[in-house]
């Protein structure tokens, strides 16, 4: 059965840097698309980023030149490299990994990430 376990959320300044990682198990991750979500307080979970099988990248307009995804298929992981982080992106941060757009998530448990001066 797939899993994806994340981590690496924390609460750091606006300006700062995180690097969050999602780790997949349960079936050959080559094949899925890896993607992040993000919920903030009071709003609905929206998609952040996305990379295909293949190494294809979609970006939210709001984190574009901000935010990094990028997977290692070696290593069943998928990461998040988030720069010059804003108040707004203030969220708990999913990781999500499907076969294909019209294939359901396997989504794990989140990541908290606080940006606050």
């Known amino acids: 059965q797939v899993q994806v376990v994340e981590s690496g959320g924390g609460l750091v300044q606006p300006g700062g840097s995180l690097r969050l990682s999602c780790v997949f198990s349960g079936d050959i991750f080559s094949i899925y698309d890896m993607a992040w979500y993000r919920q903030a307080p009071g709003e609905q979970r929206a998609w952040v980023a996305i990379?295909?099988?293949?190494?294809?990248?979609i970006y939210k307009d709001s984190v574009k030149g901000r935010f990094t995804i990028s997977r290692d298929n070696d290593k069943n992981t998928a990461s998040l490299q988030m720069d010059s982080l804003k108040l707004e992106d203030t969220a708990v941060y999913s990781c999500?990994?499907?076969?294909?757009?019209?294939?359901?998530?396997?989504w794990g448990q989140g990541t908290q990430v606080t940006v606050s001066s």
């Open positions: 999500c990994a499907r076969k294909g757009p019209d294939f359901p998530c396997y």
């Open positions: 990379i295909t099988g293949y190494g294809s990248t």
